[in-house]
């Protein structure tokens, strides 16, 4: 299974918004609706944002909202902040039993 | 306090074998789905394996089938991954992770600090 594919790099300054994409196939992201979204601060363990698409766990801040559009999800985050600099992985149920992550996306905050 | 603690991580040579543990408190393990996912040395997150917590059904990745094999002691509150024929791209920081609910819904939402593997001669 192969893996999603996101933009290696994102950026935006203090206040902004950024969207971070991941793109999968119809077997995957466009065929379920079981896309998650994780962040993960050097040395640190991966942290749960956005389940099933656009639904926030609760203590994840409004500022984090999913998407999907097709075979593309999306997680933007508006209102930048400094600690939300930090590496984004989106994952995706695939199918027959796979998951399947994207290779992340590096966040910077100007 | 909910929490996942791995341990069993360490240094192996190829095609030998080692067993991971993850040691789950603050919610009823039994209910939960539960996952191995790991992470090579700067590179991204790599799903391995998954056991539901209802029937303990197991799922693996096809990079690790055959090799790998999850399992779960309810009354011990803890998930095992054991891993034989160990090459050096399995050499990782891996994680155990709680599924919010059954195995692929509503995302991984408890990790632990991860453990790390290293094979090599």
């Known amino acids: 299974q192969s893996a999603l594919t996101q933009p290696p790099s994102a950026s935006g300054s203090p206040g902004q918004s950024v969207t971070i994409s991941c793109t999968g196939t119809s077997s995957d992201v466009g065929h379920y609706n079981y896309v998650s979204w994780y962040q993960q601060h050097p040395g640190k363990a991966p942290k749960l944002m956005i389940y099933e698409v656009t639904k926030r766990p609760s203590g994840v801040p409004d500022r984090f909202s999913g998407s999907k559009s097709g075979n593309t999800a999306s997680l933007t985050v508006s209102g930048l902040q400094a600690e939300d600099e930090a590496d984004y992985y989106c994952s995706s149920y695939a199918g027959s039993n796979n998951l399947v992550f994207g290779g992340g996306t590096k966040l910077t905050v100007l | 306090e909910v929490q996942l603690l791995e341990s069993g991580g360490g240094l192996v040579q190829p095609g030998g074998s080692l067993r991971l543990s993850c040691a789950a408190s603050?919610?009823?393990?039994?209910?939960?789905?539960m996952s191995w996912v790991r992470q090579a040395p700067g590179k991204g997150l790599e799903w391995v394996s998954a056991?539901?917590?209802?029937?303990?059904?197991?799922y693996y990745a096809d990079s690790v089938k055959g090799r790998f094999t999850i399992s779960r002691d309810n009354s011990k509150n803890t998930l095992y991954l054991q891993m034989n024929s160990l090459r050096a791209e399995d050499t990782a920081v891996y994680y155990c992770?709680?599924?919010?609910?059954?195995?692929?819904?509503?995302?991984?939402?408890?990790w632990g600090q991860g453990t790390t593997v290293t094979v090599s001669s």
């Open positions: 603050g919610f009823t393990f039994s209910t939960y789905a």
């Open positions: 056991v539901s917590g209802s029937d303990g059904s197991t």
């Open positions: 992770a709680k599924w919010n609910r059954g195995w692929y819904y509503y995302g991984m939402d408890v």
